[in-house]
Structures are given as structure tokens and as C-alpha cells.
């Protein structure tokens, strides 16, 4: 049995155990933070990388794009999860300056798209809230596409719901000036936060995510599956397109289809790849 900490029951080998995992953790997270601020002053270049996983028309069978996802792969460290770099970036203030790198290399990627003549392939980016509340945003993500002289219509951000709870007027006023540049917005996760659909539908976005969640239940054929189903009607309903992503199985893929799901994302198409990868990809399923 375990107690709190300031419990007196409390062994003093249990505190040291506390103590020390407790230290453990925070000089990981102290040796993060201090390689993400290499990463953003241009030294440690290779170990921080972007994956793309792409996603597939449900109608045409053919690759429509593909998701940006951050990578961090350390000599030292191993890999480590965007979920907790992506977590602690935020947390340590420097989500603001890795997001714009994101969004760089983003812009880089979609260039060689072009210039390998697949015009019509769009690529995703998730943004997290802390990035779209800072003023300069929508000029600094201007600037960058101008640089790299990218058609910002060929963009997509992802944004959770979770961002729209504390802050929906100021975010929704950020993402129509986002709009207004030629970018589309999507709802990533969706169905598993924001939940009033009378406010889905003030909110300036294109695109639903439906969450892995509602997909995994296609597989159990319970309720969760049927919601699956009502989730892409009232997308469209609403003029959105619909995506679901973590599909793993045919299965999914063809209850999908049926319900008129556009995009579909997930390992059944394939886990996110490295450029390379991604480019060889494309060049054989969009042959
Ligand atoms: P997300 O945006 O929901 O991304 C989907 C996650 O599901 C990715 O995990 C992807 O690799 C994984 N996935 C895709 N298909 C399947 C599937 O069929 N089955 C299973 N089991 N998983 C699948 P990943 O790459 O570990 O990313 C985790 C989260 O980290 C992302 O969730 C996103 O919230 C965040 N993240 C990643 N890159 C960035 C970034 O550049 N900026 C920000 N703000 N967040 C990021
Ligand atoms: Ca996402
Ligand atoms: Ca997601």
C-alpha cells in the first residue's frame, strides 16, 4: 500500500522513491528542454525531423496528402514522443519558435511536392492554442510561406477542440484571418472534447478529424460505431469535409466508405514516413 507523501504512514524508502523517480523525471525534462533549444538555435539539426503520414481519398483511391508530424531522435536519449517534447515545449515557452520550424520544413516539403508536379496534394500541421494566441502568428507564418513562395491553399492546420474551450472568440477570430490567407483549418480529435454542435458550427473550419476512438468501435459494432457514421453526416451537413484518422483495418475502411467518409489516415494506408519515404510512396500508389 502506497500513501501520500505528507502522510505519515509514509515509509522514508517510499520517499526516497518519490525523490528520486521525481528528480529522474525532471533532469529528462531539463535535458529536452535544453536540446530543443539547441534544435532552435541550428545546432543538433538531424535529430529533430518531420514524418508524413499520408491520407487517402476513400472515393478516388489515390493519395490526397499527408499529415506533418514531429520527431525528436536523440543520440542519448532515444526517441521521444512528440507527446512529451510537443508537451514540455509548451510548457517551457518555446512551442512558439519549434512551431514555426514545423511549419518551415512543412512549406519545404510542399514545395518538392510541386516541384515534382503533384499539384493538387495538400499537407497538414498541428498548431497548438499557445501558438495562434501570440500577435504575430499570422504575420510570421506569412513571412515563412513567402520565403519558401509556397500556395498557402495548400495547407491544412490542425487544431484540437480542447484550445476552443477557454478562448473561442479569440481563436475563432485568428482562424478566419488563417482562412483568409488560403489555409484550411480541421478539428483533429474531434468528438473527444468540444461538444456543443450549436458552436461547431460559428467556428471557422473546413475540416472534421474524427477521433481514433470512434474508429476503433467500428470493430467492437456497438453504439460507438453508429456515431462514426452520424459524426461524417453532420460534417457534411454543416459543408465540411470529413477525415478519420487511425484506420487500421479494412474493415473500418469500408464502413467508412459506405457512410461517405472522404479522407481516411492510418496504419491500413501507412504510419507516417520520412520524407524520402513519403516521396516513394506517393510516386507508386499515385502512379
Ligand atoms: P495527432 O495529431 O492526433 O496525430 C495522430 C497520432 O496517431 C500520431 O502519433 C500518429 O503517428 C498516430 N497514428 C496514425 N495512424 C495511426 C493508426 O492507424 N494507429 C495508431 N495506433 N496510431 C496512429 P504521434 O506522431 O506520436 O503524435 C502524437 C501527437 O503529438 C499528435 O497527435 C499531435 O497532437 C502531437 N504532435 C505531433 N507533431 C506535432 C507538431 O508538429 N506540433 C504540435 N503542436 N503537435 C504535434
Ligand atoms: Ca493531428
Ligand atoms: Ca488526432
Redesign the pocket.
Known amino acids: 500500500m502506497t500513501f501520500a507523501l505528507n502522510d505519515p504512514r509514509t515509509s522514508n524508502r517510499e520517499i526516497i522513491f518519490y525523490n528520486s523517480k521525481m528528480e529522474e523525471e525532471s533532469i529528462r525534462a531539463n535535458k529536452i528542454e535544453e536540446l530543443l533549444e539547441d534544435i532552435l538555435e541550428g545546432m543538433d539539426r538531424d535529430c529533430f525531423y518531420?514524418?508524413y503520414?499520408p491520407k487517402l481519398d476513400v472515393r478516388t483511391n489515390k493519395i490526397v496528402g499527408f499529415?506533418?508530424?514531429?520527431r525528436l531522435n536523440h543520440k542519448e536519449l532515444g526517441y521521444i514522443?512528440?507527446?512529451e517534447f510537443?508537451g514540455l515545449a509548451e510548457e517551457r515557452m518555446l512551442?512558439y519558435d519549434l512551431?514555426l520550424k514545423?511549419f518551415e520544413r512543412t512549406c519545404v516539403f510542399l514545395k518538392e511536392l510541386e516541384d515534382r508536379a503533384y499539384e493538387d496534394l495538400s499537407v497538414s500541421?498541428?498548431?497548438?492554442g499557445i501558438?495562434m494566441l501570440r500577435d504575430e502568428f499570422v504575420e510570421d507564418i506569412k513571412r515563412a510561406a513567402a520565403c519558401i513562395d509556397v500556395d498557402l491553399s495548400k495547407l491544412e492546420f490542425?487544431i484540437?477542440e480542447s484550445i476552443l474551450i477557454s478562448n473561442f472568440e479569440l481563436i475563432n477570430e485568428k482562424l478566419k484571418e488563417i482562412k483568409k490567407l488560403g489555409i484550411k483549418v480541421s478539428i483533429?480529435?474531434f468528438g473527444t472534447g468540444f461538444s456543443s454542435f450549436a458552436r461547431l458550427k460559428s467556428l471557422n473550419v473546413d475540416i472534421l478529424k474524427i477521433d481514433?476512438y470512434f474508429i476503433d468501435g467500428i470493430l467492437e459494432e456497438d453504439e460507438e460505431s453508429l456515431i462514426s457514421g452520424d459524426i461524417i453526416s453532420m460534417g457534411h451537413r454543416m459543408g465540411m469535409k470529413v477525415v478519420a484518422?487511425?484506420?487500421?483495418e479494412e474493415r473500418q475502411k469500408d464502413y467508412l466508405k459506405k457512410h461517405g467518409c472522404d479522407i481516411i489516415?492510418?496504419?491500413?494506408i501507412s504510419?507516417?514516413l520520412r520524407k524520402e519515404k513519403a516521396l516513394e510512396f506517393l510516386e507508386k500508389r499515385n502512379k
Open positions: 518531420l514524418d503520414q499529415e506533418a508530424l514531429a514522443s512528440p507527446v510537443i512551442i512551431g514545423v500541421i498541428n498548431v497548438s501558438q490542425e484540437t483533429d480529435d481514433k484518422e487511425g484506420v487500421e489516415q492510418g496504419y491500413l504510419k507516417p
